[in-house]
């Protein structure tokens, strides 16, 4: 792991640089997750081979440190990683963004010189977010830190998502609070919005198992091109890394 120092949240982001030719493939994770954690698997698959990868575990999760008076926002995790790519970047770099990683990448895509390729997993596209930022959004910051946290990673745990009971387990839960309110609170323009209005290679991808998913309707008319990925849900890192590899590699080459 490497460390990039963030001057705004006086605190270290974590992140691997896996190294490679090519322009720079930047993954950024979900609520409650960790690159490091999700996609060692998906850039060691044959069709990413070779590949430079930037694996950034988002401050308050994963190894990243966990600054208490940081924001935790999508903005504020968006300019955190333009930072650190600055510093380690000098031309170009694709990004692959996930669920909330989706909204970061989004966001991130705008505030960059030149983004190569943008690339989607399931993003969050509208205020409002999804079953477990909902549940975690409507309890006060002091509740989730005292007794909303651990219940809500024995819930997802309880349901066999282990992998993100984990993952969300050793995240800051303020941090997933903050985040949570941030993504129930949505921008103007929204993120969907954002994303239409940028001119770079646009890809959607959505799981199999996640169809039908209305949510991602007019997206093509956005000039965003939408590929499935076989045999996975929202969770397409852990259900079928091959298959999000193949995805991503097909989206950035």
Not at 8 to 16: D, E, G, R, W
Not at 84 to 112: D, N
Not at 168 to 173: G, T
Request: glycine share 12%.
């Amino acid at each position: 792991m490497k460390a990039f120092w963030v001057k705004t949240a006086s605190a270290n982001i974590l992140y691997q640089d896996i190294p490679g030719t090519g322009t720079p493939l930047v993954f950024i994770h979900g609520l409650g997750c960790a690159s490091s954690c999700d996609y060692p698997r998906v850039i060691a698959d044959t069709a990413l081979a070779g590949r430079r990868a930037i694996l950034v575990d988002l401050l308050g999760s994963g190894f990243s440190e966990r600054p208490a008076d940081f924001c935790y926002s999508i903005e504020g995790h968006a300019r955190s990683v333009a930072g650190l790519i600055g510093s380690v970047c000098e031309g170009p770099v694709s990004l692959f963004g996930h669920s909330m990683g989706g909204a970061v990448a989004i966001t991130l895509a705008a505030l960059l010189p030149k983004v190569e390729a943008l690339v989607l997993g399931e993003p969050n596209l509208e205020p409002g977010g999804g079953f477990f930022s909902k549940a975690i959004a409507d309890m006060s910051e002091g509740e989730l830190v005292a007794r909303g946290h651990a219940a809500t990673v024995a819930t997802a745990r309880a349901v066999g998502n282990t992998v993100w009971a984990a993952s969300l387990a050793i995240s800051a839960p303020f941090a997933v609070h903050r985040e949570a309110v941030s993504l129930i609170a949505g921008c103007n323009p929204t993120w969907r919005e954002m994303l239409g209005s940028l001119t770079t290679r646009k890809t959607l991808l959505v799981g199999e198992r996640s169809l039908p998913a209305p949510e991602f309707d007019g997206l093509p008319d956005e000039v965003c091109g939408v590929a499935i990925v076989p045999q996975a849900g929202h969770s397409m890192a852990w259900d079928n890394p091959g298959g999000l590899a193949e995805a991503i590699a097909k989206a950035t080459g």
